[in-house]
């Protein structure tokens, strides 16, 4: 691989070199971290998967180096620009270092579970470290890091000290694992009958926990950790992410502020992360709508775990396995005071975007009619394709559709544990409208949802009918 090579070392150094557009310089040379196919004009020779690529400028200055990928369209992901520089233990290890820096003093002991390292806002393209008290997952969403795993794996573990990582791969690289662990690696010897294609290289899966301090540790066993003092445990193995949305923690807490005395309903509530600080926060009762049986049990097991919190035993907690948009839609008879609609992303590709806003749109109108007086809408998007602009908008239509006067109380974008440096990193939204009239939502919807003729904004960001 040559990694550690100087990265100013000469074109006969069979270094992977790559001149891409002016377009493209720009965008790089302002920080973003992709280089896409289409923006590569010259390449000195076929490159392989998490191969250091060196991009020259027109002048055939070095501009950046990153990690080289055939098969995706993001081409190159880049690790540097400015100067050349070195790109082995210690680079890493002071990136590393930075991402923790960037955390310090943002959690205390309570919150044991949190992201170490958000992908390339981080400086780590494509890779996510999440925390679970003594656990440590890395997931890899490009087999471009397959090649250097063990070497990344080594500077974690010593730069951490967890009692066990897990490795987990998004779907793309599960396919490439065995080409990509193996092709940067060859055997030297031709393989021989019986021999498999994993002699000279490691091949790594999903799931595969591939550190342990303590043999003895159950393995499979879900990970429980802290989060504002909360207990929640994680599926680190199988679970989606990296086993729980640790991006929500900041608008769990605003929820948990908002829940005294109110009934709630979570839609979309995986393991209740939401319904845990609601109830914490005092609420009545929290109704918990997901789609999957196992994240309805994972959610009671949470509950179970908190009852030495006086509210949380106090709160009535149900259960409900249904299609949330279905369940929503229909439902007539049951009213909350407060509702949290955090689906999962609805737009995964740019062609999607304008009917994720309409779904969206309709989501939240729906989730409206279910509001009590003086409910509380929490409304939340995870699809990167969906402005937050276009989501909020959508949104606050809906509320002054609705008829209703509203407030809205709070927007919210990324928590500090996940930067995002630029606009396709970012992706998570939410808002939270509080409806003010002295009709409710309901009514107004029943007898015939009279849109205002026209809205004013006044201070307090209030939308009322004129
Ligand atoms: N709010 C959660 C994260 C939600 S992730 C938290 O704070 O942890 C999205 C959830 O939506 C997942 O649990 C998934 O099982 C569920 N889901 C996906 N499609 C659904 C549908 N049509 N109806 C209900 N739940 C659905």
Same mark, same amino acid.
């Given at each position: 691989m040559g990694e550690g090579e100087l990265l100013s070392a000469g074109p006969r150094s069979g270094r992977l070199r790559l001149r891409i557009t002016a377009a493209a310089e720009t965008i790089v040379r302002g920080g973003h971290p992709w280089v896409f196919t289409g923006s590569v004009q010259k390449q000195n020779r076929e490159g392989t998967a998490g191969e250091l690529a060196v991009i020259f400028d027109r002048n055939d200055k070095f501009l950046a180096v990153g990690l080289f990928d $055939?098969? @995706? $369209?993001? #081409?190159v992901r880049v690790l540097h620009t400015g100067k050349p520089l070195n790109i082995g233990t210690e680079f890493w290890r002071a990136r590393l270092d930075m991402a923790v820096r960037k955390r310090d003093g943002l959690f205390d002991e309570r919150t044991t579970g949190y992201r170490l390292i958000n992908g390339e806002s981080d400086g780590w393209p494509g890779l996510v470290l999440d925390r679970y008290d003594t656990t440590l997952v890395l997931k890899l969403y490009t087999p471009a890091w397959l090649p250097r795993l063990g070497k990344i794996l080594g500077i974690i573990r010593a730069g951490m000290k967890p009692e066990r990582i897990v490795l987990r791969m998004s779907r793309n690289i599960q396919q490439d694992t065995r080409e990509a662990a193996v092709l940067p690696h060859p055997s030297p010897h031709p393989l021989g009958e019986g021999e498999s294609l994993a002699v000279g290289a490691r091949i790594w899966r999903d799931g595969e926990v591939v550190f342990q301090k303590r043999a003895d540790l159950e393995i499979g066993a879900p990970v429980v950790f802290l989060e504002n003092g909360l207990k929640f445990e994680a599926d680190v193995l199988r679970g989606q992410k990296t086993g729980f949305? /640790?991006?929500q923690r900041e608008n769990r807490r605003l929820v948990e502020s908002l829940a005294r005395g109110r009934a709630v309903l979570n839609a979309f509530s995986f393991s209740g992360g939401f319904s845990l600080y609601a109830a914490r926060g005092g609420a009545k009762s929290v109704t918990d709508l997901d789609l999957s049986a196992h994240a309805l049990e994972s959610a009671k097991r949470n509950f179970t775990r908190n009852e030495g919190d006086v509210n949380v035993r106090h709160c009535r907690h149900e259960t409900i396995q249904a299609d949330a948009f279905k369940w929503i839609a229909g439902n007539s008879g049951r009213q909350f005071d407060l509702i949290i609609l955090d689906p999962p @992303? /609805? !737009?995964? #590709? +740019? !062609? +999607?975007r304008a009917r994720a806003i309409r779904a969206y749109g309709k989501l939240a109108a729906d989730g409206m009619k279910c509001l009590k007086r003086h409910g509380i809408l929490v409304a939340c998007s995870c699809s990167a394709h969906v402005l937050a602009e276009e989501f909020f908008g959508v949104v606050r239509q809906m509320a002054a559709k609705a008829g209703c006067n509203f407030v809205e109380l709070q927007t919210t974008r990324h928590a500090p544990d996940h930067p995002a440096t630029f606009k396709e990193a970012e992706y998570l939204k939410g808002i939270y409208l509080r409806f003010a009239d002295n009709q409710q939502p309901a009514d107004r919807w029943q007898s015939g949802g009279l849109a205002p003729a026209r809205l004013a904004i006044d201070s307090g960001r209030e939308f009322r009918r004129l």
């Open positions: $055939p098969h @995706s $369209p993001i #081409r949305f /640790l991006d @992303s /609805l !737009a995964k #590709r +740019e !062609a +999607e």
